[in-house]
């Protein structure tokens, strides 16, 4: 067995003794279905179709139907157990604590065959002291329900009054009732994404033993006084003190190149404890902000923050603080009624310019740092500076708010509700105090969270009457509505983060939807707030089509992966737009119709006798599609920043949906196998399905190498629209793609995300143009 010990020690005299030990439980468990009759080994962090896949027990589940003929591993309960031995003597230790850093979802937890505690939120952090039934020689069971069973039982159980939606719709192949339980939304299915509600421990579990007192929680958020022209740092320490006497001692935070030391005495009483400290910067010290990607540099300062206290216990955190202001402008606009909506960053007006982050897997455990790094910075490498971090996944690993940090990359950030009304009972409410005051501690002092939104679209799903609710029951559901994100959430965000603001939800008219008693007649207004706007059948490239709206938070259109992503989870007699596999792998009503429809406004449609030629080109030709229209709708908010045109207008920011994709199948995502579309902007004079004279272009290219680069020297024949590189399997990142090609040779770079060869490259290198199809 690995030993994962931490010793934090304590000076006592001229000796040593430690003050605190924590024993990670990462690692093999046992994992065993309800009936006993599968029982297999499982890695911590993970879950049970991660486990049964590196054991060889099912296929990948992303392959072809696997969603649904996988769908019995999230109808079952499922047991993860361990046996363990300590490696320190229990006896010495006044307190021992377990502490689940994430358990996804509803389980009964047992130690040493005691149940000591129950999950139902995968969003929380649970601890349960376990002091009277810890050994030396211990067993641990977390004896998990099916999250879609609870949920239905949930649902059955809320007799006063449905609680819609009951199901999603039939071509997203999801579970029912998954506004019941605190879990991804999205895991139950999306229109487009999988249904995977999975089972297990998704984050560190681990023991934690002390005495005299233990920090529990540490956060702090900066504060800049615009009256003393200076700033300020609240520091919130949260403690345990198991000493029968009060503890005593100072408290030393130091920020080096601040110049800034300053030192507080405080005892602390025993139970549990919160430490506030306020320290403040000179105003003779310049302090470097940080700001977002293209507007300045992302400055942190190193922050270490001593407890010295009686018995020699010393307990020290360190931390990069950063330094920035953010203000959420609503106010009137001349020529135009309503109020403007747009966020001011240390003081400047910012663009928001980005897309919507939805979880880059349905396993998390197969999200890594790595991956993380790369997506992020292949956002600022597309010159984004936002992110909204969507409300029907999770709140992100803490990597993820520490690269946005790093990068740059602004993060509107949406507590975890989506597309739906939700329960209001005790309990409910309860479970999601729990969960967001943790994550509001867990995060606050994350200069690139800019704000907090309430939700998504359930304001607008409430009063746009999205489930065909009864005028005269509406008021049950707008108190609902307000008990939850008003009344709860609200007051936690105030009481708990007073660095950025909160909005009830996306899309929502901000001010005058509070002015409306929390529910806006409209949303969606083009007039307060931000708008989500989608519209298939018009013609996007039209302009005018577009909302003029003061903030885009989502917009988009879909297209299909590119076939070296769908191949790797399809065989031969799925390559066809019309196989069962591509209507499955669609969960959007209507969605190939719509985009083979909007392709076909501007461009010819494929007409090889060849059904592979044919497939391959009607998946390039989606993408193709997409680029176009998002570039239109884009370059339309931007050139709405400055201008107000029949009284609509000063949009400040554009948000497309989305980012990234969670499997392979038709999505908005625009992030592929290989990067980003290109950013070069051009003009047709005309669709290019009436464009005359374009001759099929050839065109080739010569790879070479240069260090950890591979440069592509392309030469073309003739004029080439679109032109899209792919080297199939190999993940990375081209400098530039689905560009249009007029001069006949053309360097592009690209940025392998693993070692590859030259060879390898050149094996797998194809290069598609709309002049193949033509």
């Known amino acids: ?9 304590a000076l006592c005299g001229a000796g040593t003794t430690a003050a605190e030990l924590s024993y990670s439980l990462r690692g093999n468990w046992s994992i065993c279905n ?30 072809r139907f696997n969603d649904l003929n996988y769908r019995w591993v999230s109808l079952d309960n499922w047991t993860y157990s361990k046996e363990f031995k300590i490696p320190f003597e229990i006896s010495k230790w006044q307190k021992v604590n377990l502490i689940l850093e994430g358990v996804d979802t509803v389980s009964k937890i047992l130690f040493n065959e005691v149940t000591i505690g129950e999950t139902d939120n995968m969003f929380n952090r649970y601890s349960f002291d376990i002091t009277n039934v810890v050994r030396d020689v211990n067993s641990i069971e977390l004896r998990f329900q099916s999250a879609v069973l609870y949920a239905a039982q949930q649902s059955k159980a809320h007799t006063r009054y449905q609680v819609p939606p009951d199901c999603p719709p039939l ?22 994404g999988p249904s995977f509600p999975t089972q297990g421990i998704w984050k560190d579990v681990r023991i934690e033993a002390y005495n005299i007192c233990h ?50 005495s405080i005892e602390l009483q025993p139970g549990k404890r919160i430490v506030e400290l306020f320290v403040n910067i000179s105003k003779n010290i310049t302090v470097e902000t940080w700001w977002p990607h293209g507007h300045g540099n992302q400055t942190g300062y190193n922050m270490t923050v001593l407890f010295e206290l009686d018995g020699g216990l010393n307990i020290e955190k360190s931390a990069k603080v950063y330094f920035r202001t953010v203000e959420l402008i609503e106010e009137p606009i001349k020529g135009s009624p309503g109020l403007s909506f747009y966020f001011k960053i240390n003081g400047f007006p910012i663009f928001l310019k980005g897309s919507n982050w939805i979880p880059a897997d349905s396993f998390q455990d197969r999200v890594t740092s790595e991956l993380l790094r790369l997506l992020l910075q292949s956002v600022v490498d597309a010159n984004m500076n936002t992110l909204r971090v969507w409300g029907g996944g999770i709140y992100e690993q803490d ?63 409430l009063m746009m009457n999205w489930y065909h609710i009864s005028f005269t029951d509406r008021p049950i559901y707008i108190k609902d509505y307000v008990t939850l994100y008003v009344k709860n959430i609200r007051e936690l965000v105030l009481a708990g983060d007073k660095s950025r603001p909160f909005i009830t939800s996306s899309p929502t008219n901000g001010a005058e939807t509070v002015a409306e008693g929390w529910v806006s007649q409209n949303p969606n207004s083009n007039y307060f707030g931000d708008v989500h706007f989608y519209d298939y059948i018009s013609d996007c490239w039209n302009w005018k089509v577009f909302p003029k709206a003061r903030f885009a938070s989502e917009y988009g259109y879909q297209s299909w992966p590119s076939f070296s992503t769908l191949e790797k989870v399809s065989s031969t007699e799925d390559w066809s737009f019309n196989s069962k596999f591509s209507l499955h792998r669609q969960h959007h009503e209507g969605g190939n119709k719509q985009m083979l429809y909007q392709a076909g406004l501007h461009f010819k449609l494929p007409q090889s006798t060849d059904p592979l030629r044919t497939f391959k080109d009607t998946i390039y030709l989606t993408q193709v599609m997409q680029a176009q229209c998002v570039k239109t709708e884009t370059e339309f908010y931007r050139r709405s920043r400055s201008e107000i045109v029949d009284q609509q207008g000063h949009t400040m920011g554009a948000l497309y949906w989305q980012l990234n994709d969670i499997w392979q199948a038709p999505s908005w995502a625009s992030l592929a196998d290989h990067g980003l579309l290109s950013p070069t902007n051009y003009h047709f004079l005309s669709s290019p399905k009436e464009a005359v004279g374009l001759c099929k272009a050839q065109i ?45 040779t053309r360097t592009i770079l690209f940025y392998p995300w693993e070692p590859t060869s030259k060879n390898e490259l050149e094996q797998s290198f194809h290069v598609t143009s709309l002049t193949d199809i033509y």
């Not at 009759?37 to 993970?46: D, K, M, T």
């Not at 949260?238 to 000493?243: A, E």
């Not at 994550?439 to 800019?450: E, N, T, V």
């Open 215 to 264: 920090l529990n929680y540490f956060t702090f958020s900066p504060i800049y006084d615009k009256s003393a022209q200076e700033w300020n740092l609240e520091i919130e320490s949260t403690f345990d003190v198991v000493s029968s006497k009060p503890v005593g001692g100072q408290v030393i935070v130091a920020i080096p190149k601040l110049q800034t030391q300053q030192t507080y």
């Open 171 to 192: 071509v997203q192949k999801g579970e029912c009732h998954v506004n019941f339980v605190r879990k991804e939304q999205c895991s139950f299915s999306w229109d487009w």
């Open 399 to 461: 990597e993820f708010y520490e690269l946005c940090d790093e990068l740059g990359i602004m993060v509107w950030q949406d507590f975890m509700f989506a597309c739906a009304l939700y329960p209001t009972d005790q309990g409910f409410l309860d479970s999601v105090t729990a969960e967001v005051a943790y994550q509001i501690k867990r995060l606050k002092s994350h200069p690139s969270i800019i704000i907090w939104s309430g939700n998504n679209e359930n304001e607008e799903a």
């Open 700 to 744: 080739t290219a010569i790879i070479s190498q240069q260090g950890d680069i591979f440069v592509f020297d392309l030469e073309t024949s003739a004029v080439a629209p679109f032109v899209w590189l792919d080297v199939g399997s190999i993940p990375g990142r081209f400098s530039d793609n689905g560009f249009l090609m007029t001069e006949k």
């Open 34 to 63: 309800g009936n006993g009759s599968l029982e297999l080994p499982g890695a911590v962090p993970g879950c049970v179709h991660s486990a049964l896949f590196q054991q060889g027990l099912i296929q990948d589940s992303y392959y």
């Open 1 to 9: 067995m690995r030993l994962h010990l931490l010793l934090l020690l």
